[in-house]
């Protein structure tokens, strides 16, 4: 048998069993109604949660940076890729953040791998909860530490595996912020408690979590008030931009520059996008005005769903699950949606576990009153037509 034989038919598969994906054509910028292969529709799926990916402010950032420094870095930051807009956004995190110091990856993906693949140790483990974002699982499997598993946000089992590993020299906890899939928010507080008790570190992922939660907006952190010992993050949610980073102590970072090898290895992000970033971050800092439009939007649509009879899983987050249940249901109701205008995809396993296809929606302090009422018009009336509530 050749390869695209073989190939092809594990796609049938994937087809029969509900779970195939193909892309969707964005033609227009970054805004709640956009053009998706040729067609307007209201988007709710974006993670662009302060609406910062198209604000001018950023765009003139970028494009007066481009002038100066051209298009790409032409390398890695070891070699030709490191700028001053490199440094400067690095420090912006750090004060944001309120950590020594902080790095920047091509993308969170990156710096969740190079952290966990590069920092715990043979005869370390990783305790890892149940719904960590692919990256982390990726980060954990490249490790040479051990891996175990505890259930999701479930801080009993947590410390069962805590007891159940004290013999490992060293043990860290890796962990979203807010889980990306779920919308529910890691109780930080007691992990970094647990961690003090037990002899642990700390890694929290706050992708979905920089720029919304926390009174000025700096995560999970904040939100609990603790300091984890290793934070990672990105910008291309709420900052709107691309690209991740960690921040934590001087030596921390010290340390992955001269051993992260998703750091050592490779481009550097381009100076425009640096520069956008560092745009963002003062923005968010100005002003809590997004962060109270977003909440706003996020309780509205909430509230209404579980109104209307919808299980809807997650905390006060933007990401709002509506539980379908069998992925070929979560298509068709996508699909509906779709026909009405509004763009919020179907997950379904792998991404989520069997049983649990969703609809999930995501929010953004941009969506105004109009486009949020005929959400949950469409909610309503999709639901009576499938009799899903």
Same mark, same amino acid.
């Given at each position: 048998?050749?390869?695209?034989?073989?190939?092809?038919?594990?796609?049938?598969?994937?087809?029969?069993?509900?779970?195939?994906?193909?892309?969707?054509?964005?033609?227009?910028?970054? $805004?709640?109604?956009?053009?998706?292969?040729?067609?307007?529709?209201?988007?709710?799926?974006?993670?662009?949660?302060?609406? $910062?990916?198209?604000?001018?402010? $950023?765009?003139?950032?970028?494009?007066?940076?481009?002038?100066?420094?051209?298009?790409?870095?032409?390398?890695?930051?070891?070699?030709?890729?490191?700028?001053?807009?490199?440094?400067?956004?690095?420090?912006?995190?750090?004060?944001?953040?309120?950590?020594?110091?902080?790095?920047?990856?091509?993308?969170?993906?990156?710096?969740?791998?190079?952290?966990?693949?590069?920092?715990?140790?043979?005869?370390?483990?990783?305790?890892?909860?149940?719904?960590?974002?692919?990256?982390?699982?990726?980060?954990?499997?490249?490790?040479?530490?051990?891996?175990?598993?505890?259930?999701?946000?479930?801080?009993?089992?947590?410390?069962?595996? $805590?007891?159940?590993?004290?013999?490992?020299?060293?043990?860290?906890?890796?962990?979203?912020?807010?889980?990306?899939?779920?919308?529910?928010?890691?109780?930080?507080?007691?992990?970094?408690?647990?961690?003090?008790?037990?002899?642990?570190?700390?890694?929290?992922?706050?992708?979905?979590?920089?720029?919304?939660?926390?009174?000025?907006?700096?995560?999970?952190?904040?939100?609990?008030?603790?300091?984890?010992?290793?934070?990672?993050?990105?910008?291309?949610?709420?900052?709107?931009?691309?690209?991740?980073?960690?921040?934590?102590?001087?030596?921390?970072?010290?340390?992955?520059?001269?051993?992260?090898?998703?750091?050592?290895?490779?481009?550097?992000?381009?100076?425009?996008?640096?520069?956008?970033?560092?745009?963002?971050?003062?923005?968010?800092?100005?002003?809590?005005?997004?962060?109270?439009?977003?909440?706003?939007?996020?309780?509205?649509?909430?509230?209404?769903?579980?109104?209307?009879?919808?299980?809807?899983?997650?905390?006060?987050?933007?990401?709002?699950?509506?539980?379908?249940?069998?992925?070929?249901?979560?298509?068709?109701?996508?699909?509906?949606?779709?026909?009405?205008?509004?763009?919020?995809?179907?997950?379904?396993?792998?991404?989520?576990?069997?049983?649990?296809?969703?609809?999930?929606?995501?929010?953004?302090?941009?969506?105004?009153?109009?486009?949020?009422?005929?959400?949950?018009?469409?909610?309503?009336?999709?639901?009576?037509?499938?009799?899903?509530?």
């Amino acid at each position: 048998m050749g390869l695209d034989e073989w190939l092809s038919q594990k796609i049938e598969k994937t087809k029969e069993a509900g779970l195939y994906r193909k892309f969707r054509t964005m033609n227009t910028a970054p $805004l709640p109604e956009m053009v998706i292969d040729g067609r307007s529709q209201i988007v709710f799926s974006s993670n662009n949660y302060l609406g $910062l990916a198209n604000d001018q402010r $950023l765009v003139y950032a970028a494009e007066t940076t481009l002038h100066e420094f051209g298009v790409g870095s032409s390398g890695s930051r070891l070699t030709t890729g490191h700028t001053d807009w490199h440094q400067k956004l690095e420090e912006k995190i750090a004060r944001f953040k309120q950590t020594e110091a902080a790095l920047l990856f091509s993308s969170g993906f990156l710096a969740n791998v190079g952290v966990l693949s590069s920092l715990p140790e043979k005869g370390d483990v990783i305790l890892s909860d149940q719904f960590n974002h692919a990256s982390i699982i990726d980060g954990c499997r490249l490790s040479k530490a051990d891996t175990v598993v505890y259930n999701h946000i479930d801080m009993n089992h947590l410390e069962e595996k $805590l007891k159940e590993t004290a013999s490992y020299q060293r043990r860290f906890i890796v962990t979203d912020g807010v889980f990306s899939m779920d919308g529910t928010i890691a109780p930080l507080d007691q992990m970094v408690r647990l961690a003090k008790q037990y002899d642990a570190y700390v890694i929290v992922d706050d992708a979905h979590a920089t720029g919304v939660l926390g009174e000025k907006g700096r995560g999970t952190s904040e939100y609990f008030g603790v300091y984890p010992d290793v934070v990672i993050g990105t910008l291309s949610k709420a900052i709107g931009t691309e690209g991740g980073f960690v921040a934590g102590s001087k030596v921390l970072i010290d340390f992955l520059l001269n051993h992260a090898r998703t750091f050592i290895f490779q481009t550097a992000m381009p100076p425009s996008i640096c520069a956008a970033s560092h745009t963002a971050l003062e923005i968010i800092e100005e002003s809590n005005e997004k962060r109270q439009l977003l909440f706003s939007n996020v309780n509205k649509i909430k509230n209404s769903l579980e109104e209307m009879g919808y299980k809807v899983k997650g905390d006060l987050t933007p990401i709002i699950p509506v539980i379908i249940g069998d992925p070929k249901d979560a298509v068709i109701f996508a699909e509906k949606l779709q026909e009405n205008g509004i763009y919020a995809p179907a997950i379904r396993p792998p991404t989520v576990p069997n049983g649990e296809s969703r609809i999930r929606l995501t929010v953004t302090s941009a969506h105004g009153s109009k486009e949020i009422d005929y959400l949950l018009e469409c909610f309503h009336f999709i639901g009576k037509e499938l009799n899903m509530i």
